[in-house]
């Protein structure tokens, strides 16, 4: 079993920045592609961001790229995800997500992940 916490989330300006960690609890941390989803109130959870287990490879929406950066620390089981310019829309609960599957090297969509964190709310004032 997987365990995934976030933490990180909180209110900033529009154009600020904000870091997102996601801390899991597994030995085997590297063989999992990780990712980030967000939903707001009355939306469907959309996703955000991936990384592959060695994060050589990433992949993000039009919505934020350019704006947000994945990484991964493998050593310490954290995936991060670093905000920049954000705006009003950004706002959201943001979610961590791991994969079981090996062989996945990136995920965009919701069904390809099996551990999913508690979420950590982000609100961007304008």
């Known amino acids: 079993q997987v365990q995934l916490v976030e933490s990180g989330g909180g209110l900033v300006q529009a154009g600020g920045s904000l870091m997102l960690s996601c801390a899991a609890s597994?030995?085997?941390?590297?063989?999992?592609?990780m990712g980030w989803f967000r939903q707001a109130p009355g939306n469907d959870r959309d996703f955000v961001a991936t990384?592959?287990?060695?994060?050589?490879?990433?992949y993000f929406p039009d919505s934020v790229k350019g704006r947000f950066t994945i990484s991964r620390d493998n050593n310490k089981n954290t995936v991060y995800l670093q905000m920049n310019s954000l705006k009003p829309e950004d706002t959201a609960v943001y979610y961590c997500?791991?994969?079981?599957?090996?062989?996945?090297?990136?995920?965009?969509?919701?069904?390809?992940?099996?551990?999913w964190g508690q979420g950590t709310q982000v609100t961007v004032s304008s």
């Open positions: 990384i592959s287990w060695r994060g050589d490879t990433t």
């Open positions: 997500a791991a994969s079981a599957d090996p062989q996945l090297r990136i995920g965009s969509r919701i069904h390809e992940y099996d551990y």
């Open positions: 597994v030995r085997t941390f590297s063989v999992y592609a």
